[in-house]
């Protein structure tokens, strides 16, 4: 029956029959209109009550599937997780685009359940409005005035080399997990930035804390905390949420007595990290009667946020860069041949990276195909917004695809293969590509990006330098497997390698 029959009938059931019927007229029709001068959704998959499209999704690799559908549905399309709409961005051009051009609409942070019920819009990662604007502030001016970019920091990166190599040599070349390690040397370095000292790798409370933050990362990323995530109400007793609370709420405890020492030993006219002028510039706000964002739980969440995302990213892609190496030898060998030649046995510098184009195209290759971060954080948009024709409405979840970025057909020759060609001309210069967006870009790009750089640059050819790496004994560089294992950041499955010395 149509719309017209039933307000012909309607006219003789009664006036308010009646009036129902032209309300629902006037509404799909002002509908219409509204449709049509803001423009169409963005196209997708059709979803099912309740589940949405979480039938199609593989959810412990969600991006693959999300780079599949963005080949039918096009560079913007629409899905649904769960009830939650959700807005694809897919590609280099649309990715930049959305998050440089339109930097303000795009630049809101959404909520993820499991870590808002922690971090309750504290913090640096996870904040929006004024909160986040003065913590990335602040975090940006003090993570440069203790050592970002600066030689300071190049130095207590090469010192944290050496404490790294001694612990390589203790293996003998015998076959070891590197994972523990490497994420031990990362984390030092923004440990001495935040905490203003590093720790022995041998020291219980650091280790344990670098543990259980790899493992809070790792979680994360499992198809049952999604699942919580869209419905919390059918998941407040499963395993990994569970867990998950108990590592948090260890490592909160863990940095309020660390933050308690600190406080014990302050001196304000001369702070040691990003700790201590924090807690000197709450103390001003407050004797001043200033109500600000300078508060404990902001303090907690931020050191907890930049703890994290400083340790994880960097450490993984320095273990993908060394299993890399071993898979492929010939691409070792030519590292270590232009670094012999270049540097000799002295210390890489930062300023050496001009003079080694090969090795500098194997890291940024690196960063490429390990495509750590493939969907990035979750943007939300802060406005409605008409973008390439397609209308979003505020407060849509929308996610930059990164992976759709590294692995963009139409930018890269091989986006699926370890070809550190794509960073070299002809001549075998380096070259720049405006598709290596693995910090994504715009508003809420990494705030630790110079930082990363500058530790990758040092801590992969220093190690390159000492040893040389291969496959555990019996095992062929052709199995070494290259499927990341199940998480929010892409960590390279487990494996062991060999590490015999060359110097």
């Given amino acids: 029956m149509g719309i017209f029959d039933l307000f012909l009938q309607s006219s003789s059931s009664g006036p308010l029959l009646g009036a ?11 509908s219409s209109f509204s449709s049509q001068e803001k423009g169409k959704d963005p196209p997708g998959p059709k979803p099912l009550p309740l589940l949405g499209n979480l039938l199609q999704l593989d959810l412990k690799r969600p ?10 549905y096009g560079s913007v399309f629409t899905v649904y997780f769960g009830t939650k709409k959700v807005v694809v961005l897919a590609g280099y051009k649309t990715v930049k685009e959305a998050l440089v051009s339109h930097a303000e609409e795009f630049g809101d942070r959404d909520q993820v359940y499991i870590v808002e019920e922690f971090n309750q819009g504290h913090g640096v990662l996870w904040s929006n409005g004024d909160s986040w604007k003065d913590m990335r502030r602040f975090a940006l001016t003090n993570l440069r005035d203790f050592g970002m970019g600066k030689r300071a920091c190049e130095d207590k990166i090469a010192e944290e080399c050496d404490y790294l190599i001694e612990v390589f040599k203790k293996f003998k070349g015998k076959a ?43 979680l994360v990323g499992s198809p049952s905390i999604q699942i919580y995530n869209l419905f919390p109400w059918i998941g407040k007793w499963f395993h990994n949420r569970k867990e998950i609370q108990k590592l948090t709420m260890a490592n909160r405890q863990q940095n309020l007595r660390l933050f308690s020492r600190l406080k014990e030993t302050l001196n304000p006219q001369m702070c040691r990290g990003f700790v201590d002028a924090f807690l000197v510039r709450k103390q001003n706000l407050e004797e001043s009667g200033t109500n600000s964002h300078f508060h404990s739980e902001n303090l907690l969440a931020t050191v907890l946020n930049l703890f994290a995302a400083g340790t994880d990213t960097t450490a993984t892609t320095l273990r993908w860069g060394l299993l890399l190496m071993a898979k492929y030898p010939k691409t070792q060998d030519q590292v270590q041949e232009e670094l012999s030649r270049v540097i000799g046995s002295r210390q890489v510098q930062l300023e050496d990276r001009k003079n080694l184009p090969f090795t500098d195209a194997v890291i940024h290759e690196t960063q490429r195909l390990a495509n750590i971060v493939p969907m990035s954080l979750p943007h939300r948009t802060s406005r409605d917004i008409t973008f390439q024709g397609h209308f979003i409405k505020k407060g849509t979840t929308v996610y930059p695809l990164l992976t759709s970025v590294l692995y963009d057909e139409s930018e890269w020759e091989k986006p699926y293969s370890f070809y550190p060609a794509h960073f070299l001309d002809k001549d075998g210069k380096f070259v720049k590509r405006d598709a290596f967006m693995p910090f994504s870009a715009g508003r809420r790009a990494c705030l630790g990006e110079s930082l990363a750089k500058m530790e990758l640059f040092i801590f992969f050819p220093t190690l390159l330098q000492h040893f040389r790496f291969s496959p555990a004994p019996g095992v062929s560089e052709d199995e070494l497997d290259l499927t990341p294992r199940v998480g929010f ?14 110097m």
């Fill in 20 to 30: 129902l019927v032209v309300l629902l007229l006037v509404y799909f029709i002002s």
């Fill in 63 to 72: 991006y693959k599937t999300l780079l599949e559908l963005s080949k039918k």
């Fill in 176 to 218: 070891f997990d590197t994972t523990q390690p490497i994420n031990y040397a990362v984390s030092n370095i923004i440990c001495s930035i935040v905490y203003g000292s590093r720790f022995e790798y041998d020291d219980p409370e650091f280790t344990s804390l670098v543990d259980r933050t790899n493992r809070n990362i790792q």
């Fill in 489 to 502: 950041t892409l960590n390279p499955s487990h494996h062991e390698l060999c590490a015999v010395s060359c």
